[in-house]
């Protein structure tokens, strides 16, 4: 039987708080990205938005996010094809596809640190977009992240 918020209801149908508690604080959509204008393709890079916390994967500004970087993202219900923006382990992607959360998400395993544990977070395995050049954000493409 379903009876947990996240199975019952849609993303339109979440209030905000159970809408932000989907967050598993990967930091993943915090990485940067290269699309391929031919294939449509996204590439993740361990290059990180500069303010990303690299210890809790937060971003320390979320509520004012958009006043450090204005391209930042803010993800809606209704993103359609955008959801492709965020890696394939992203509870908002996941639940718009129809695909369950996995069992190291937070609200399944009751533990904040799971998504550490279980090698899904970008702890420890980043570099700054302070310290590494526009031109060679190439040679930062990953594929531990999809
Ligand atoms: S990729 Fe999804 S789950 Fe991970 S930090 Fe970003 S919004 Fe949260
Ligand atoms: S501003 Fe915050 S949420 Fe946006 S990319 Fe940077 S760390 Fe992530």
Sequence with gaps: ???????????????????????DNCGRC?????????????????VACQY???????????EMRQSFVPDCLTIYPDWGKKFNWLPASCAYRLLSEGKPLFDWHPLISGNVDSVHLAGISVRGRTFSDEEVAAEDIYKHVITWVD
Excluded: A, G
């Design 1 to 23: 039987m379903k009876n947990n918020f996240w199975e019952v209801l849609t993303l339109e149908e979440m209030t905000r708080t159970q809408w932000e508690s989907l967050c």
């Design 30 to 46: 915090c990485l940067h990205k290269i699309e391929d204008e031919d294939t449509e393709e996204i590439y993740f890079t361990d």
């Design 52 to 62: 990303l916390d690299v210890e809790t994967c937060q971003c320390p500004h979320y």
